[in-house]
């Protein structure tokens, strides 16, 4: 079906913000100006005023009449929302809400709708709020205010999508451990007696993790159960209180069970363009490049919200960049010594860069205000700062190092609130063709010949590396030696073209069940199951295997950054079928 040109769009969060249970829903309507009258005609209206069975009925309404509205969702786990806003540098909920809003426009105009009208149901303040969509899209006419679904009856139809997806998730929700199956949750606010009950109830049974995943655990009626009936956990830096509370990393550790999931729903049928037939999971919406380096491209990271990319090349120069073709470029860092790692620190402002060079140093570097904020050393046997992993809470670090003959390295583990080495291990040289890892809660060990990446799970509880003879495993954190399961890529899709240089050559999606790795002509998509990887979709990006690449999934579109031994990078705009 051919998209309209002219349309109405909406936004809404009738996602059951207040809930301490199950994912919150955000959607998005879109009816064409012509038709808009006829929407009206539905009387559709505030799900909050309607019964179960009427927005059942209403639901249906929508979905038979494609040529008058069309809708999609994003689902925000429960997890994912408690994640962000325990994290060393926390996200409020607004902010989270406001990140899924604008991704789900974004994910329309790059479909190709020209959007003449937004009315968005606010989220906080109305006015920033309306800044921000303004901002991003210029040429349409925003209206944010607050009960919008009471006024405009395309946002009324929004949030009835919105509730009776999320309606249905909770209802069909599969739990990953076992729960009290005799006792109802209810529908979630902390003022319903089932909910407490059910919650207490959970608590009870494990009270080492407290709750399964489908709880939010960074909501005060969570923490309150945890406090009352769960044990306590102590941690060694649990005497600086003004830093991080007790509390605050207890909730963490609780979470990290439960793991951390993102997803969104897809297009409404009548909505998606002609798809291939095949099982590929993506296609492609847009594909841009940016060519502002005047040098081979070394290593390129999206920032942890995906407004940002960091990119480096090998004359030294660092570049941050947003993917808005108005303003290109944002920040130019020049070094005077080769720039051999780059990585984010998760912070509010997404405006913290940790970068490593060759003479021993790693440097935090703050972008908005374009200065070193902090440096530190690396022993001098190990000048080279060849790999830069940040935990997914921001609160650690861990640096690779190798010698200036790359034949011996070494990994550093460091506290990022002090900027201090916590631990460090040399490892031996060998023959390169076998890397084993082995790790111990207590104090991190390791031997290997050479790993070229390193990479946290999104829980915390295994690592990533990917080895110089292609092979990308995946080891326990708790079992010491344990390797899970590898894959091995084909030689012809490592580009060792960037001497010296050891680029960043595999991503994961946020909750590590697709990961992006080189391929023959760009990229590839693996998917992994219990024991291995499966390679699914297979993405032509140039004529040679990607040297560096990241992946985004920060909005309902997937991003994925690449380059190939060249000075230009491919930013290419995916969404799931």
């Known amino acids: 079906m051919k998209l309209p040109l002219s349309s109405h769009v909406l936004l809404d969060r009738r996602s059951r913000q207040r809930s301490v249970l199950g994912p919150m829903v955000y959607a998005i309507a879109v009816c064409p100006l012509s038709e808009y009258d006829k929407l009206k005609a539905m009387d559709v209206k505030d799900s909050k005023t309607l019964s179960e069975e009427q927005r059942e009925s209403l639901f249906k309404t929508i979905n038979s009449n494609p040529q008058i509205i069309h809708w999609q969702v994003h689902v925000l786990h429960p997890a994912f929302i408690s994640r962000n806003m325990l994290a060393l540098y926390a996200n409020n909920l607004n902010a989270i809400s406001h990140s899924s809003a604008l991704g789900l426009v974004k994910s329309l105009v790059n479909l190709g709708l020209n959007v003449k009208e937004l009315y968005v149901d606010t989220v906080g303040p109305p006015v920033p709020y309306q800044e921000k969509f303004t901002k991003q899209f210029p040429d349409t006419e925003t209206t944010v205010c607050a009960k919008a679904d009471d006024l405009f009856p395309i946002v009324s139809a929004a949030s009835i999508c919105a509730k009776v997806c999320r309606d249905w998730i909770c209802k069909n929700w599969k739990f990953e451990v076992p729960v009290t199956e005799d006792v109802e949750y209810g529908c979630g606010y902390p003022s319903d007696p089932k909910t407490s009950h059910w919650l207490e109830s959970e608590a009870k049974r494990d009270p080492l993790f407290g709750f399964p995943n489908f709880v939010r655990f960074s909501w005060s009626t969570a923490r309150n159960v945890i406090e009352k009936h769960c044990v306590g956990i102590e941690w060694p830096d649990e005497e600086e209180p003004e830093k991080v509370s007790s509390f605050h990393q207890q909730r963490l550790a609780r979470i990290g069970r439960s793991g951390l999931t993102r997803f969104s729903a897809s297009l409404s049928d009548s909505m998606k363009p002609a798809l291939s ?26 920032s942890p919200s995906g407004s940002q990319v960091v990119s480096t090349d090998t004359s030294g120069i660092v570049k941050v960049w947003s993917c808005d073709k108005s303003t290109p470029t944002n920040a130019t860092i020049m070094s005077k010594s080769q720039i051999m790692a780059v990585e984010w620190v998760p912070s509010k402002d997404d405006n913290l860069l940790l970068l490593g060079n060759d003479k021993s140093t790693i440097r935090l570097y703050d972008v908005a205000n374009k200065r070193s904020v902090q440096e530190a050393e690396t022993p001098s046997i190990f000048p080279a700062v060849i790999s830069l992993c940040s935990s997914p809470t921001g609160s650690r670090l861990l640096s690779s190092q190798c010698s200036a003959s790359h034949i011996s390295s070494s990994i550093t583990c460091w506290d990022m609130k002090t900027f201090q080495i916590e631990r460090q291990l040399q490892l031996p040289a ?50 010491p030696g344990v390797k899970r399961f590898e894959f091995a890529l084909t030689q012809k899709s490592i580009n060792f073209q960037i001497s010296n240089f050891y680029p960043r050559l595999f991503a994961t999606d946020s909750q590590d069940r697709k990961f992006v790795v080189p391929s023959e002509n760009g990229f590839q998509i693996l998917k992994r199951t219990e024991d291995d990887f499966k390679s699914c979709q297979k993405i032509a990006t140039s004529g040679k295997a990607a040297s560096c690449l990241d992946w985004c999934v920060a909005s309902s579109t997937a991003a994925v950054v690449n380059g190939a031994s060249s000075n230009s990078l491919v930013v290419c705009q995916l969404l799931e079928k």
């Open 277 to 302: 037939s095949s099982n590929e999971p993506y296609i492609m919406l847009s594909k841009d490049i940016y060519s502002q380096h005047s040098s081979n491209v070394s290593h390129c990271r999206f």
């Open 430 to 479: 060998s023959n390169q063709n076998e890397q084993l890892m082995n790790w111990n809660v207590s104090n991190v060990k390791m031997v290997s010949v050479f790993v070229m990446n390193v990479k946290f799970s999104f829980d915390e509880s295994t690592v990533y590396t990917l080895c110089s003879n292609g092979t990308l495993a995946m080891w326990s954190l708790h079992k």
